[in-house]
């Protein structure tokens, strides 16, 4: 199906402090958040001409820059506390009896969690999606400390307890997030463009959780421009490999077993944080919130709906100059 | 620098959210022969319906598995993802991630796990909460083929199974909680040898590999090479 043609039906708008923009954008634009860090520090003051853009692996001029801390929409994805020891008996690698303790939400990811939104400024704001067998809302968007703070206590509640996940729990709680999003945006236009959108995996179930197709969830991940990272306190294990964080720093992360969180993660430009790992804490944001904004126009031979590849990397002449830099953005769009 | 936002209302224009799609699928992965071991290739189905306060969330799926003469099985999902299953020699669970360009390969040695856990058909579920009391509950004819209907419940999850023991094949599978309604089933079932030009049983070349082993004493440790080669014992 060929894209149609509706420029005039969505006109660019600019809301600015200084009003000139400095760049122009079509409705074919694409917009890619990119975090760029040398020695676990945000890279300022980069160009345009400092980044190069693949596209589907082909070159593509980068149409417009800006870089702005903006606030955030936080939707925050957490495994509910196990209401009952329960066993993983048809997993060949995982057999016996596991307690709360272990697979319930413990007292560590709690204080990661609370960590990772410890660096909320004033306009962020945070819902929160807990799962067992079923997603469930535990908090609308809301701006609101003491409810946020309140909200995140009451994840380790027994009260909120439920029984193990279902293959269909994990991908189903995130498709929650993403939705929040969406109403949120329905309600202020700007939401998608004036802030960013990041959901955050509070995950306990490493190694051992269901194992899912989770191509259409960064797809759709891609199709609304949101990062997904995940907390999780698992230490290194067999099959695993060490990679660069968006922040600066290395994590580990799971190369042989897909572990969809860190494959979702990857592919949507977020971060695996080991909540083991407490000098990486609280950190989280901070890569999300000084994210450059690149944009460029999606070829015009693309047929609408089309998963395209990304990868955006510096120019070799910033690459001199930031050698250890490490670049992180979304590695796909869904065409308009 | 300046500061602006700059907001590209087509962008910010709602993707279809009627569908969320996320599913791995669910197969027959017994190491035991099958009593019935013609070659067949089939279409596999996987439907989840969720509640949500958003309406009925739907999504489908869809796979493809086939099974040699040689013992060999393979599944697809829609994403590059193959199973691949040897029975020759010591059993190989192959996982093939085109997309990442990864093989995953376990030697599996019968029995890995005590019998009780590996005879029920509920060891294909993802999620068996160790309490799992499946009773008979009559017979199907499926597909020209007949199955066994097993049902249970436990922790709040509802199950029920159609497995055809002959072919040791799970052609129905279903799961309910509160808000979810999971099924896959095995469908438009032909037997015939899959063509080898067109579903291929090996391991493909250029890939990472990671290859792990099974013994008593270590369940599972790494092969001590990690390339593969057709028909050399991995874990030697």
């Given at each position: ?204 179930v490493f190694g051992a959780g269901t194992r899912y197709a989770d191509e259409p969830v960064i797809r759709r991940l891609w199709d609304q421009n949101i990062v997904f990272s995940v907390i999780d306190d698992a230490p290194p294990s067999r099959g695993t490999t060490t990679v660069q964080r968006a922040g600066g720093g290395d994590s580990q992360t799971v190369l042989f077993q897909r572990y969809n969180p860190i494959h979702i993660a990857q592919a949507t430009g977020g971060d695996r ?64 | ?236």
């Open positions: 199906m060929k894209r149609t043609p509706a420029l005039f039906l969505f006109p660019l708008v600019v809301i600015a402090q200084e009003a000139t923009p400095l760049f122009t954008a079509s409705t074919n634009s694409v917009l890619v958040d990119v975090a760029v860090a040398t020695d676990q520090r945000p890279a300022p003051e980069l160009q345009r001409e400092d980044f190069i853009l693949l596209d589907n692996g082909e070159p593509r001029p980068i149409a417009g820059i800006a870089h702005d801390e903006l606030p955030l929409d936080i939707g925050l994805v957490c495994q509910s506390p196990l209401r009952s020891s329960t066993v993983y008996a048809n997993r060949d690698d995982v057999i016996g009896a596991y307690s709360p303790d272990v697979w319930g939400i413990s007292q560590r990811l709690m204080d990661a969690a609370g960590d990772a939104v410890f660096g909320l400024r004033a306009g962020d704001r945070v819902a929160i999606v807990s799962y067992g067998r079923d997603p469930h809302i535990a908090l609308r968007f809301t701006d609101n400390r003491k409810a946020i703070a309140a909200g995140i206590k009451a994840l380790g509640n027994p009260e909120n307890s439920d029984e193990n996940i279902v293959l269909s729990s994990e991908a189903l709680a995130v498709e929650y997030a993403v939705r929040m999003l969406a109403d949120v945006e329905r309600d202020d236009a700007a939401a998608r463009t004036g802030r960013r959108r990041l959901i955050i995996m509070i995950s306990n944080i080991v909540a083991l790992e407490t000098q990486h804490l609280g950190d989280i944001l901070t890569p999300i919130r000084q994210r450059y904004t690149l944009w460029f126009n999606q070829p015009s031979d693309v047929a609408s709906g089309e998963s395209r590849s990304i990868k955006v990397d510096l120019s070799d002449a910033a690459r001199r100059r930031l050698p250890r830099a490490v670049v992180r953005a979304r590695k796909g769009y869904v065409a308009r | 620098m300046a500061r602006f936002i700059v907001s590209l209302w087509l962008l910010a224009g709602s993707a279809s959210l009627a569908h969320a799609q996320f599913f791995d699928f669910l197969a027959d992965w017994s190491d035991a022969a099958p009593s019935d071991a013609r070659p067949l290739a089939a279409d596999i189905t996987a439907t989840l319906k969720a509640h949500s306060p958003w309406g009925e969330i739907t999504s489908v799926e869809s796979g493809k598995y086939w099974r040699n003469s040689k013992g060999q099985d393979r599944f697809d999902d829609a994403y590059g993802l193959s199973e691949i299953r040897d029975r020759r020699g010591p059993v190989l669970h192959v996982r093939i991630d085109r997309q990442l360009r990864l093989i995953d390969i376990e030697e599996r040695i019968p029995p890995r796990v005590p019998t009780s856990l590996r005879i029920e058909p509920w060891s294909i579920l993802p999620f068996n909460f160790g309490k799992v009391d499946p009773k008979k509950a009559g017979e199907k004819t499926v597909e020209g083929l007949r199955a066994t209907v097993r049902t249970g419940e436990d922790h709040g999850v509802s199950y029920e199974v159609w497995t055809s023991d002959q072919l040791g094949l799970v052609l129905f599978a279903q799961y309910k909680t509160d808000h979810t309604v999971f099924e896959q089933r095995v469908h438009n079932i032909r037997f015939s040898e899959p063509n080898p030009e067109q579903v291929d049983f090996g391991v493909p070349s250029g890939y990472r590999t990671h290859i792990t082993c099974w013994s008593p004493t270590d369940p599972e440790h790494e092969a001590p090479g990690q390339t593969y080669e057709p028909g050399r014992d991995l874990c030697k």
